[in-house]
């Protein structure tokens, strides 16, 4: 499976975007990228999920370049309710089991 | 529609001591996983239902352990006897079908907390 790098801590103020990089150099061809958000004494909470280009819903952006080795999560105007901690997680092929492999993930810090 | 629970949310154990730790599953939902993380360490899988059956248990530690799902719904996972590098946060997660499209998402529990005296 791919590992993956991503910073391990973040701090952002308040109502601004924050923008976390994950690399994944040996991302396989048919492995997808997907970010998850746990909060403390929680489980972890899937956020977006793409595979190319871009990805948009309600909560998260997701940036994915064309030779896809690094992806970028884009959270508009944050708040303080957003402090977590974000893990990258490429794979899901599709090979029968989804097993996610976690890594030790970026923990946000939002302050007023 | 309700969450994934997870029974009980902490349990404290001597060494040596059996602890079964139960997971209910969102209703509907064919995959049920388990996963933990031990103290410092990242969430490690630990196994995959797909309804009643073992799909995936490539992540169990030793047989020390060990999960059923009979019925396909609610889950067990017993540690017998618990060991000290037992401890740490299991987690459940559940999932729509693979063929429903939406299987990609995993839904979490809230977590059990062993603790091995």
């Known amino acids: 499976l791919a590992k993956t790098t991503q910073p391990i801590s973040m701090d952002s103020y308040e109502g601004q975007e924050v923008n976390i990089t994950c690399s994944h150099n040996n991302i396989a061809t048919n492995d997808y990228i997907t970010w998850y958000q746990q909060f403390p004494s929680q489980g972890p909470r899937f956020i977006i999920q793409g595979y190319k280009t871009k990805v948009t819903n309600e909560v998260a952006s997701l940036f994915i370049p064309a030779d896809r080795k690094s992806s970028t999560l884009s959270l508009p105007r944050v708040s303080l309710s957003d402090t977590a901690v974000y893990y990258c997680l490429v794979g899901l092929s599709g090979a029968g089991s989804y097993q996610l492999t976690f890594g030790k993930g970026t923990k946000l810090s939002v302050i007023p | 529609e309700a969450g994934v629970t997870q029974f009980p949310s902490h349990s404290v154990i001597e060494k040596g001591q059996t602890v079964t730790l139960r997971c209910d599953p969102i209703?509907?939902?064919?995959?049920l996983y388990w996963y933990r993380r031990v103290m410092g360490k990242e969430i490690k899988f630990l196994l995959h239902f797909v309804k009643e059956s073992k799909q995936d248990e490539s992540g169990m530690p030793n047989n020390r352990f060990l999960a059923e799902r009979t019925g396909g719904t609610y889950s067990t996972l017993k540690v017998q006897p618990a060991e000290l590098e037992d401890s740490g946060v299991y987690f459940c997660?559940?999932?729509?079908?693979?063929?429903?499209?939406?299987?990609?998402?995993?839904?979490f529990g809230p977590g059990t907390r062993l603790t091995v005296l």
């Open positions: 997660a559940s999932s729509h079908s693979m063929t429903s499209g939406r299987g990609y998402e995993q839904f």
């Open positions: 209703s509907g939902h064919d995959n």
